[in-house]
């Protein structure tokens, strides 16, 4: 069973706007967020992360934003760039010193110049 | 510095043969991980080892993969025999400790025949 779930398979975004990505987990004992993106034929590489005492963490145009009480998590990108262009992975593990990782399926951003 | 390195960048074969992927974890990584990725179910950890001793293996699909170890700075991961179901991307990826960012390398699209 899926514990972390990413519903939106693709999305389009126009150059410049904003890029919203989100993530859904089921398990309460999550604790710690990350979003890898990869780019085709290559592996995932590490973008951002958050902890659960915060409900925020930005990195230059990368943004994560985190409700636990909704056990949701989204990705914001402002602005978007054609680079930007890749597949975004949600993962989340019970605690930031956890090995586990549980990945979402993926979505896949498209940024049209 | 060279990333993780994983061979063959591609494996076709048939089924009831043995495969076996390959990887090089960046060096003094002690956590080395194997995940395999199918568009249903996005990157499932399939085992993952700390000073090369396997610690968890809870996610090998059954006793057709096995995976090894046997220094620093190489594991394998093995299918014998090999089915058409295990046809995915697999990936290795190592990290510089519990919790940690993994760094992935680029993996191995298997297709079984």
């Known amino acids: 069973d899926q514990q972390v779930k990413q519903n939106s398979p693709s999305l389009s975004v126009q150059e410049g706007r904003i890029s919203i990505l989100n993530c859904d987990y089921t398990?309460?004992?999550?604790?710690?967020f990350l979003w890898y993106k990869k780019y085709p034929a290559e592996g995932p590489t590490f973008l951002i992360s958050?902890?659960?005492?915060?409900d925020k963490n930005e990195d230059g145009r990368f943004t994560v934003f985190l409700n636990k009480s909704a056990k949701h998590l989204s990705l914001h990108i402002v602005p978007s760039q054609p680079g930007d262009s890749a597949v975004y992975f949600c993962?989340?593990?019970?605690?930031?010193?956890?090995?586990?990782?549980?990945f979402g399926t993926g979505t896949r951003l498209t940024v049209i110049p | 510095d060279a990333g993780v390195i994983q061979s063959p960048r591609h494996e076709v074969t048939e089924m009831g043969q043995e495969v076996t992927l390959r990887c090089k974890p960046i060096?003094?990584?002690?956590?080395l991980f194997w995940y395999r990725q199918t568009m249903m179910r996005g990157l499932e950890l399939l085992i993952y080892?700390?000073?090369?001793?396997?610690?968890?293996d809870s996610g090998m699909p059954e006793d057709r993969f096995s995976a090894k170890m046997p220094n620093a700075s190489f594991s394998t991961l093995k299918i014998q025999p090999s089915e058409p179901r295990d046809s995915a991307v697999y990936f290795c990826?190592?990290?510089?400790?519990?919790?940690?960012?993994?760094?992935f390398g680029d993996g191995t699209r298997l297709s079984i025949l």
């Open positions: 990826a190592s990290s510089p400790g519990g919790g940690r960012a993994q760094h």
């Open positions: 398990n309460s004992m999550f604790d710690y």
């Open positions: 958050i902890s659960s005492i915060k």
């Open positions: 993962a989340a593990s019970e605690h930031p010193g956890a090995n586990n990782l549980f």
């Open positions: 060096s003094g990584h002690d956590y």
């Open positions: 080892f700390n000073n090369n001793v396997p610690i968890d």
